[in-house]
């Protein structure tokens, strides 16, 4: 499967930014899609994991109540709507997709990702 991030940019800290990552080739469902970032300097780190159908989802300490992943299965696309942006959060967002099992800890890993996309800038200023 290939997969394309998009809808990263500059926002001040306090608004909302949505990033899309777009996928194609093999069935997009069969994976379990996550997003993760990566600032410099430090190692990547998961943001959020959303199962198959989209019934499950997980989300970092760091973010959880404010960002929100989902995902359309028939328009091949998993989303990461990020709310109350902080500087803490300016990084290269990464979607991708693994092939685990939602109960393997490896989904919450980079090692459990099979694909992954190009990555998409955000950045928040103060």
């Known amino acids: 499967v290939q997969l394309q991030a998009s809808g990263g940019g500059l926002v001040q800290a306090g608004t909302s930014l949505r990033l899309s990552c777009a996928a194609s080739g093999r069935a997009f469902s069969t994976y379990n899609m996550g997003w993760f970032r990566q600032a410099p300097g430090k190692e990547r780190e998961i943001v959020a994991v959303i199962s198959r159908g989209g019934g499950s989802t997980y989300y970092a300490d760091s973010v959880k109540g404010r960002f929100t992943i989902s995902r359309d299965n028939a328009k091949n696309t998993v989303y990461l709507q990020m709310s109350i942006l902080k500087p803490e959060d300016t990084a290269v967002y990464y979607c991708?997709?693994?092939?685990?099992?939602?109960?393997?800890?490896?989904?919450?890993?980079?090692?459990?990702?099979?694909?992954w996309g190009q990555g998409t800038q955000v950045t928040v200023s103060s």
């Open positions: 991708a997709a693994s092939e685990l099992g939602w109960a393997s800890p490896g989904r919450l890993k980079t090692y459990g990702y099979d694909y």
